[in-house]
């Protein structure tokens, strides 16, 4: 874009945007990598296609108005051949102009999205846990369009117009000058005040439009994730006329927002129309006083007709212009929250022990658990299992594995703004280590785990990954060292090799065998039709429960850190399968790997190293508010013999048979209390 038309479209953006929209338009930008020369190559192009119509408009009518003055046809013969040479490269430069534009606008909305996506992956739980789906598909859907759509409909549009208007303007006054003053004033009237006096209009219209569209998206996953749930209980058919309810109102926001739109072309048409009079006003009195030819009055009464074509895209321009700027806004305000609670800066490699640990701003469920929080990323870079080589990514070396290593002391846990759910946790995890983690559920176990994978920062105590917070420093770096497998982690609507390699993106389809035979998938693996290149469906819905546990232990061992942690990977199975998948999950690690389990299945846990149990202290009956804490530990042969919870919870896994004599006294007191 040249000086000229830069300068232009900043003065629109100061007197259309407020601060806080130029700058998140400015931040939105530079995120979109947008590719200034590709920008310019589409103001060049469309504005030499509309120049091409302006100049056409100039031509035939030079050739209407001479042909009839002329007596010999062959003066004419440069004229006609212009008009074709100008009416064909309108249309191919056009289309030139639309071609580099969208490919720009496109790169720019690929690029935004992918920020946004590293952004947030790299981000603390804590910071974007508060975030409605609906509002994230908003975000990375319909409001990146809408800052893509910034360049092909608001920038582009205004840079042309401002081109060729000046063009048009410098071409009338070689002509006769104050034609191209009654030119330029109209241009400015439809240029500038017709926008601007229907901005607010729009704005109010388009912010109630962006408002309603958010309800709509939100409404809408409502509907599909909790759609049984909701018939269930009877309420499916009130959210789907809310659904309705809000569908409508968004119609007719639109046609509110088409509005100003229309009242901006209304005010583009007159001023049109005021420049072929006032240029008709001005010339005749030339024409018959001799400063201008018959001719040429011809030609600047009819250039008004062309050059104001550009013109007509202002409006709806200015009105692309205050929705980008929204979108730009809640996008920005999505970033900057999520950056809010990245680690990153200098203080991230400061040993642990010289970290000071206090509770920090954040979003947290309203009682302070971690209710339906997100699943942490999955590590991006991985290691391969032992014995796998590869040229992309050099293997890590036994000196490398053997200092990782997880300590915590006194350790207390909890979301920001929330109680502390969990406190007084000591261990100590590293290469060959099995530790088990049990307690009931709802006890804090999962916010634990998000804590010492550095998702949350503690809430006291001592944390350090290899000497260092990990709370403090990048995702990736922690990634290397940490790999953590949530109860709900995500099984992608691909085939099963693409779900490995979210942990290890060089895995070959040799080492993806090797790794799900080894967590217990061989027989699984051979009775699938396409075998590594079989898509398994949208989270897993075409394997069991027990296959898609093992599919994500899978992709837990392909990725590169030493250390392992599995939140309930028995959750939602039934006892024998949860107990085999148990007993493999702490096998599974080897002598190089350390693994933390956290479960509240006890059966099979004798291969544990250690089992810390939680539990509410003992004290008041009944108080909830009171937090977690290590209520025994040791391996799990001593447990059953000296911790009493413990044994007796064991005991309800594997209840002893009743004998006979005693369940027909028990059915008979049954019936007796019945009667």
Known sequence: ?????????????????????????????????????????????????????????AVAAWLIAQASLATDIAALGVAPVAVRLLGISRSVLRYCERLISHDTALRGMSALRTHLYEILASARTDAVVGLRRGDVLARVGADVDAVGDLVVRAYLPMAVTATVGAATCLGLAAVYWPSAVVV????????????????????????????????LSSTVMTVLESGPELAVSA????????????????????????????????????AMGAAVLGNLLVGLPAVQSGQLGEVWLAVV????????????????????????????????????????GTRSGPEAAAPADQVAVAGSAGLADADGTTGAAPSPREPQTAALPRG???????????????????????????????????????????????????????????????????????????????????????????????????????????????????????????????????????????????????????NATTVSGGERRRLLLARALAAPAPLM???????????????????????????????LLVTHRLSALAAADEVIVMGRPRGKPHDGQRPATVTGRGSHEQLVATHQEYRWSLAQENPLPQPAADMTATAATTATNDH
């Open 301 to 340: 009464v009819l250039v008004p007709l062309a050059a104001f074509e550009a013109t007509s895209s202002l409006a709806p321009a200015t009105v692309q212009l205050v929705r980008s700027a929204g979108a730009a806004r809640r996008v920005v305000a999505m970033i900057e929250a999520a950056e809010a």
């Open 388 to 538: 796998y080589r590869t040229a992309a990514r050099p293997s890590r070396t036994s000196q490398e594995t053997s200092q990782a290593h997880l300590h915590a002391q006194d350790l207390s846990v909890g979301w920001p703004g929330g109680p502390v759910v969990a406190e007084g946790l000591s261990l100590d995890l590293a290469p060959g280590r099995r530790t088990a983690l049990v307690g009931p559920s709802g006890i804090g176990k999962t916010t634990l785990v998000l804590t010492l994978a550095g998702l949350l920062e503690p809430r006291g105590g001592t944390l350090a990954l290899n000497g260092t917070a990990p709370w403090l420093r990048p995702r990736q770096e922690v990634a290397a060292s940490l790999t953590v497998t949530a109860e709900d982690a995500h099984i992608f609507d691909t085939t099963v090799l693409e779900n490995l390699r979210v942990a290890h993106g060089d895995l070959s389809p040799d080492q993806a065998q090797i790794l799900l035979r080894q967590a217990g998938l061989g027989d699984w693996l051979d009775g699938l039709p396409e075998g590594l290149d079989t898509v398994v469906g949208a």
């Open 565 to 595: 942690v599995l939140d309930e990977p028995g959750e939602h199975l039934d006892p024998a399968t949860a107990d085999r998948l148990v007993a493999d999950l702490l096998q599974a690690g080897g002598r190089e790997r350390g693994v």
């Open 235 to 270: 309420r499916l058919a009130g959210v789907m006329d809310d659904l309705a309810r809000t569908e409508r109102r968004l119609a007719r926001t639109r046609d509110r927002a088409a509005r100003p739109a229309a009242a901006a072309t209304a005010v583009d048409s007159l």
């Open 1 to 57: 874009m040249t000086p000229t038309n830069t300068a232009a479209t900043a003065g629109t953006l100061r007197g259309v945007l407020s601060p806080q929209e130029r700058h998140a338009l400015r931040r939105a930008t530079a995120l979109t990598d947008l590719d200034r020369r590709r920008f310019a190559g589409a103001v060049l192009a469309g504005a030499a296609g509309t120049a091409s119509a302006v100049a056409l408009s």
């Open 184 to 215: 330029a004033v109209c241009l400015l009237v439809t240029g500038i005040v017709g926008p601007l006096a229907t901005i607010r209009s729009s704005r109010l219209a388009e912010l109630a439009r962006q408002e309603q569209a958010t309800d």
